[in-house]
Nanobody, 131 residues
């Protein structure tokens, strides 16, 4: 069973930055895709960024709304996932979730944003951006 532990959320002024971290533990997998989703009350959970890695290859997916501002990365040694968020705006306010899709990810990258594809989820961390 994979467990995900998130940290780094908080309150930040518009234009500021935050870094979210997700520590993954549990049984290892030979292939992974992981992502960051966000959700506001009454809305569907939406993909922010995702990463898939295999031997000699790493693939990234970003939502158009965050492209150029957010960066997803993985620390192989520490088995952690990071979302660096720069130039935040009030529309980025949401609960952010770390997610993991073990094994083969069929349909990547077309279906990277489908929450159903991710079997494991963190608890969520609130990001609030004030004007």
């Amino acid at each position: 069973q994979v467990q995900l532990l998130e940290s780094g959320g908080g309150l930040v002024q518009a234009g500021g930055s935050l870094r979210l971290s997700c520590a993954a533990s549990g049984r290892p997998f030979s292939a992974y895709a992981m992502g960051w989703f966000r959700q506001v009350p009454g809305k569907e959970r939406e993909l922010v960024a995702a990463i898939r890695w295999s031997a000699g290859s790493t693939s990234y997916v970003y939502a158009d709304s965050v492209k150029g501002r957010f960066t997803i990365s993985k620390d192989n040694a520490k088995n952690t996932l990071t979302l660096q968020m720069n130039n935040l705006n009030v529309e980025d306010t949401a609960v952010y979730y770390c997610a993991c899709a073990p094994g083969v990810f069929f349909g990547w990258p077309t279906v990277a944003g489908r929450a159903q594809n991710y079997a494991y989820w963190g608890q969520g961390t609130q990001v609030t951006v004030s004007s």
